[in-house]
């Protein structure tokens, strides 16, 4: 029982403590993973939070004998460290980026995620997957792939293999898109900076925005740095509507539908954007952030049914697939009707 102070009881750190140390544990092996892939091959070609998924999950399927007694921990590090992680994302986000971004490529943007995540639930919904399923994966695509989804799954009430299997799909692909967008600049005859706004609406996630547009040329990567960071500060919004609109929350008063780390992100950010928290703690707090979304993602691939997440690979993979088809041919038709140069 806990004491009346709040205190967490002996008995419930046992609880956790196990799943938590395995949880900590895969996350320090997909860390190192994830440093041996820039070491060999230049580059992260998958992420330390997609690897922490993927290696809990095996880890669950071949090693664990009892994860009944590892789950209280694994779904504290998936559940409550997340929530953590979302605040903190909240105090790297500096808003200003979204006025710099100029009026007509803002109204682009946020056009473009909106379309993206409504024909994209739609489209996943007619592949056969449940709406919630549809939702983060259209979520992350939309906006920044793993912390999307992410922040998204305890709103909508997504299951663990669904967050697992988005995740892991949109990841793959999005490596895809890094090799084969750069083939675009001739194809299409794109300038540095054109390529960087499709980049930057296109590809799913900072740091592979980061890989797809920095090669090219330093122009092409402010540029995809830029629209890609106006997207990521779109989550916040994107998850307080969802939280107001899905799952149980739509029959729940405002102040009772909004989750504490959604308040926290934005107040965070407010602190951020007004210098109360420096420039030179943002990095510092976005790396806090990645750090903790990793142990999270441990814990949520601890709990993963990896049957589940094969059965509905098709399905998720064709819904990813329509998705960055639909915000390529936007992103191409946005930079044309602006005249960007």
Same mark, same amino acid.
């Given at each position: 029982?806990?004491?009346?102070?709040?205190?967490?009881?002996?008995?419930?750190?046992?609880?956790?403590?196990?799943?938590?140390?395995?949880?900590?544990?895969?996350?320090?092996?997909?860390?190192?993973?994830?440093?041996?892939?820039?070491?060999? $091959? +230049?580059? %992260?070609? !998958?992420?330390? #939070? &997609?690897?922490?998924?993927? =290696?809990?999950? /095996? @880890?669950? *399927?071949?090693?664990?004998?009892?994860?009944?007694?590892?789950?209280?921990?694994?779904?504290?590090?998936?559940?409550?460290?997340?929530?953590?992680?979302?605040?903190?994302?909240?105090?790297?986000?500096?808003?200003?980026?979204?006025?710099? $971004? +100029?009026? %007509?490529? !803002?109204?682009? #943007? &946020?056009?473009?995620?909106? =379309?993206?995540? /409504? @024909?994209? *639930?739609?489209?996943?919904?007619?592949?056969?997957?449940?709406?919630?399923?549809?939702?983060?994966?259209?979520?992350?695509?939309?906006?920044?792939?793993?912390?999307?989804?992410?922040?998204?799954?305890?709103?909508?009430?997504?299951?663990?293999?669904?967050? %697992?299997?988005?995740?892991?799909?949109?990841?793959?692909?999005? =490596?895809?898109?890094? @090799?084969?967008?750069?083939?675009?600049?001739?194809?299409?005859?794109?300038?540095?900076?054109?390529?960087?706004?499709?980049?930057?609406?296109?590809?799913?996630?900072?740091?592979?925005?980061?890989?797809?547009?920095?090669?090219?040329?330093?122009?092409?990567?402010?540029? %995809?740095?830029?629209?890609?960071?106006?997207?990521?500060?779109?989550?916040?919004?994107? @998850?307080?509507?969802?939280?107001?609109?899905?799952?149980?929350?739509?029959?729940?008063?405002?102040?009772?539908?909004?989750?504490?780390?959604?308040?926290?992100?934005?107040?965070?950010?407010?602190?951020?954007?007004?210098?109360?928290?420096?420039?030179?703690?943002?990095?510092?707090?976005?790396?806090?952030?990645?750090?903790?979304?990793?142990?999270?993602?441990?814990?949520?691939?601890?709990?993963?049914?990896?049957?589940?997440?094969?059965?509905?690979?098709?399905?998720?993979?064709?819904?990813?697939?329509?998705?960055?088809?639909?915000?390529?041919?936007?992103?191409?038709?946005?930079?044309?009707?602006?005249?960007?140069?």
């Amino acid at each position: 029982m806990n004491s009346p102070t709040g205190g967490v009881s002996t008995s419930y750190a046992r609880s956790v403590g196990p799943g938590l140390a395995l949880a900590l544990l895969v996350s320090v092996v997909a860390w190192f993973g994830e440093r041996l892939f820039i070491a060999v $091959a +230049g580059r %992260a070609l !998958l992420e330390a #939070i &997609v690897l922490a998924i993927l =290696v809990g999950a /095996v @880890v669950r *399927t071949a090693f664990v004998r009892a994860p009944a007694r590892f789950e209280r921990g694994a779904a504290f590090a998936s559940g409550f460290i997340l929530e953590c992680s979302i605040v903190l994302l909240g105090a790297g986000s500096d808003l200003r980026a979204l006025v710099a $971004a +100029g009026p %007509a490529i !803002l109204s682009g #943007i &946020v056009v473009i995620v909106g =379309v993206t995540l /409504v @024909v994209g *639930t739609y489209v996943g919904q007619w592949f056969g997957l449940p709406r919630t399923h549809a939702l983060l994966v259209a979520v992350g695509n939309a906006i920044c792939g793993n912390s999307a989804i992410s922040a998204a799954a305890p709103v909508v009430g997504a299951r663990r293999d669904e967050v %697992a299997s988005a995740i892991a799909f949109t990841a793959v692909l999005g =490596v895809v898109v890094i @090799v084969g967008l750069p083939f675009l600049i001739p194809l299409l005859k794109l300038s540095d900076t054109q390529y960087g706004v499709v980049a930057g609406l296109t590809v799913y996630a900072v740091p592979q925005v980061i890989a797809a547009a920095y090669p090219v040329s330093v122009a092409a990567g402010q540029a %995809a740095t830029l629209v890609k960071l106006t997207r990521v500060l779109l989550l916040g919004p994107v @998850v307080l509507i969802l939280s107001l609109t899905e799952h149980h929350a739509a029959h729940m008063k405002w102040w009772k539908a909004v989750p504490w780390y959604i308040i926290g992100f934005g107040i965070a950010a407010a602190l951020r954007t007004t210098d109360v928290i420096p420039a030179s703690a943002g990095d510092v707090v976005r790396e806090g952030a990645r750090l903790l979304t990793v142990l999270a993602m441990a814990g949520l691939g601890l709990a993963v049914d990896l049957q589940a997440v094969r059965r509905v690979g098709a399905r998720v993979g064709n819904t990813v697939l329509v998705s960055l088809v639909l915000m390529l041919a936007m992103s191409l038709a946005l930079v044309r009707l602006l005249r960007v140069a």
